[in-house]
């Protein structure tokens, strides 16, 4: 298969699944050199992959607005099929992911066989769940390229987001007035309160660094949950807390991020985000895994108590979140002060 010379992948709708792709895309530019690679993707993930040098260009499928209803659907139809793709691959699980390929006339069609959608793959892959393994979910899309022969990919390399320079530049004058260390707290999770730590225990822990290491905190999330953020400053009071949950786009996030030297938060897309910024990350774990959907790379760490039901994978807990009660701000709080601190050979020893 390596005449292959144009590449449709289809982007996960969800932004720590984009980030945890990223590895696969590095994997399929290695191996297709010269390939166009183009990469399908919603507006609400897109920023993930603008500036990656394995991707030629990043098209956005937006069935909101241009590729709204049945006329939309046909238009991107259209847009797809002038570019004669050879292969797509189809991180995205959805049956309609697998359609748009098909009535797109790519002929090498990849992907898992999820939501009814064999029969429109030219090769299906069996799915596999988070409860019946214990690899992390990166493997989850580079397994997708097996059937390409490229199967070396028990070694990924750590996801990494690229930012421009002049970006980064812009997000800093956000930084005015706000002390340092900067540290970002991300207290949301759009998946469901099983993941969520707790506002009030972030209120806690961002007052706690205030006051005991003057830190400056910058509060992340969506728009969704800006009343999480809101709650939090009000609350502190505090000239030290600057809350931008859904004030700025995720882009402008991403490089009001890099400058953070710390970055503490619940399994959701921004842990991920960050850990692929390099940003020393500490993320909390309650109902999910961190061997399966935790960050990686030498500056993430993830912290988590052993309960009986957990992990359980649920969006809502049905009992008394004692997974995430049984962590508490003291206990994020002192972690935090070795990742700001110490040496991370002793913090690594003590996780």
């Known amino acids: 298969m390596k005449d292959i ?40 993930v897109a920023d ?15 069935d909101k607005d241009i ?7 046909f238009r991107l139809i259209k847009e797809l099929k002038r570019k004669r793709f050879d292969l797509a691959v189809l991180f995205q699980n959805a049956f309609r992911a697998a359609l748009i390929a098909m009535f797109a006339g790519i002929p090498l069609r990849l992907g898992y066989r999820r939501d009814g959608r064999g029969m429109l793959l030219s090769k299906g892959l069996r799915p ?46 956000y930084l005015k007035g706000l002390s340092a260390p900067v540290i970002g707290i991300n207290p949301g999770a759009a998946y469901g309160d099983a993941k969520m730590w707790g506002a009030d225990k972030f209120s806690r822990l961002a007052k706690k660094l205030i006051s005991e290491v003057e830190a400056g905190i910058i509060i992340f999330g969506s728009k969704q949950e800006h009343q999480i ?16 949950m859904g004030r700025i786009s995720l882009r402008e996030s991403m490089a009001l991020m890099s400058r953070c030297r710390l970055f503490v938060t619940n399994d959701t897309g921004p842990m991920h985000v960050a850990s692929a910024l390099g940003v020393p ?23 988590k108590r052993e309960v009986d039901c957990a992990p359980c994978f649920k969006r809502n807990c049905p009992t008394d979140k004692r997974c995430m009660e049984a962590i508490g701000v003291e206990d994020v709080f002192q972690m935090s002060l070795q990742l700001l601190y110490e040496d991370k050979t002793v913090i690594k020893e003590g996780l």
């Open 281 to 303: 990350t500490l993320a909390v774990f309650g109902s999910t895994d961190p061997e399966i959907t935790g960050p990686v790379g030498e500056d993430a760490h993830t912290i």
């Open 128 to 173: 596999f769940y988070e409860k019946e393994r214990k690899e992390h979910h990166i493997y989850y899309y580079m397994n997708l390229l097996a059937p390409l022969g490229i199967v070396n990919f028990k070694r990924f390399q750590v996801p990494r987001i690229y930012l421009k320079e002049e970006e980064v530049t812009k997000a800093e004058r």
């Open 67 to 73: 590729h709204r209803g049945i006329k939309g659907f």
């Open 229 to 244: 953020g809101e709650d939090i400053a009000v609350h502190i009071n505090s000239s030290s807390i600057l809350n931008m």
């Open 48 to 62: 993930v992959f603008y500036g990656s040098p394995f991707l030629t260009r990043v098209m956005l499928y937006d």
């Open 5 to 44: 010379k144009k590449i449709l992948v289809r982007a996960p709708n969800w932004i720590g699944d984009c980030v945890l792709s990223l590895p696969a895309l590095k994997a399929l530019r290695e191996y297709y050199k010269d390939a166009e690679i183009i990469i399908l993707a919603r507006p609400w």
